[in-house]
């Protein structure tokens, strides 16, 4: 079966400072891989899509990159923080031809 | 533009109520998908069901429920019997797909307090 791994589970940042979120899919090839993010009280945001390695796209301009180095693996990344940039990361996986995403556990950053 | 709309904030029950979820949906696409997931205190997303846009019979999975209507732009959600492990936020979410990918718009989600 397949399986979502998110790290780290919660991580807090001061202004300014990098960002490495990292999430890696198993059990599946060739996943479509998605990050979010949830502000606090509100709904999801689409950040980044990705259909292969090193294929990225950004839904939103931001201070924030993704990369695909591998095929199931996916990095949200930061050089500086801004405050506005806190929230609950979240990584998705669709299979090539499903319709569903199915969301790892998610990251809570907060920046102070 | 795809929208989905809960209108709903918040709603609190008393175990054992039923409970229903409403989710508005603006698309001009014939063909889509509509999707309720679940989120728990822990904060994962857990899917619940997919729809397609040509299907419109309602689905029943033990207590839970999903009534589709085209006419309407509805997509709403019944909980029977509602239990506190139904405590959650539930996002009602639209996909585009013929942007060659599944892209998901989302609800603002409706929070869902199920006391004992």
């Known amino acids: 079966s397949q399986t979502i791994h998110q790290w780290p589970a919660t991580l807090v940042q001061p202004v300014g400072s990098p960002l490495s979120l990292e999430c890696t899919v198993e059990?599946?090839?060739?996943?479509?891989l998605y990050w979010y993010r949830q502000a606090a009280g509100r709904g999801l945001q689409l950040l980044f899509y990705?259909?292969?390695?090193?294929?990225i796209s950004s839904e939103v301009p931001q201070n924030l990159s993704a990369s695909r180095p591998q095929d199931r693996q996916f990095i949200l990344s930061s050089k500086k923080l801004l405050l506005s940039d806190s929230g609950f990361y979240l990584c998705?996986?669709?299979?090539?031809?499903?319709?569903?995403?199915?969301f790892g556990p998610g990251t809570r950053l907060t920046v102070t | 533009a795809q929208k989905v709309t809960q209108a709903q904030t918040e709603i609190s029950v008393v175990e054992k109520e039923d409970v229903t979820l409403d989710c508005v949906y603006e698309?001009?696409?014939?063909?889509?998908?509509l999707f309720w997931y679940k989120q728990p205190p822990s904060g994962e997303l857990v899917f619940l069901i997919r729809?397609?846009?040509?299907?419109?019979q309602n689905e029943i999975s033990g207590r839970y429920s999903w009534n589709f209507q085209k006419s309407t732009s509805s997509f709403n959600f019944t909980i029977t019997a509602s239990q506190v492990v139904d405590s959650a936020v539930y996002f009602c979410?639209?996909?585009?797909?013929?942007?060659?990918?599944?892209?998901?718009?989302f609800g603002t989600g409706t929070r869902l307090l199920v006391s004992p």
């Open positions: 998705a996986w669709s299979g090539l031809n499903g319709h569903e995403q199915y």
């Open positions: 059990g599946t090839s060739n996943p479509n």
């Open positions: 990705s259909i292969g390695i090193d294929q």
């Open positions: 698309t001009r696409d014939t063909t889509y998908y």
């Open positions: 729809r397609n846009s040509f299907d419109e």
């Open positions: 979410a639209l996909s585009e797909p013929n942007t060659g990918f599944q892209k998901l718009v």
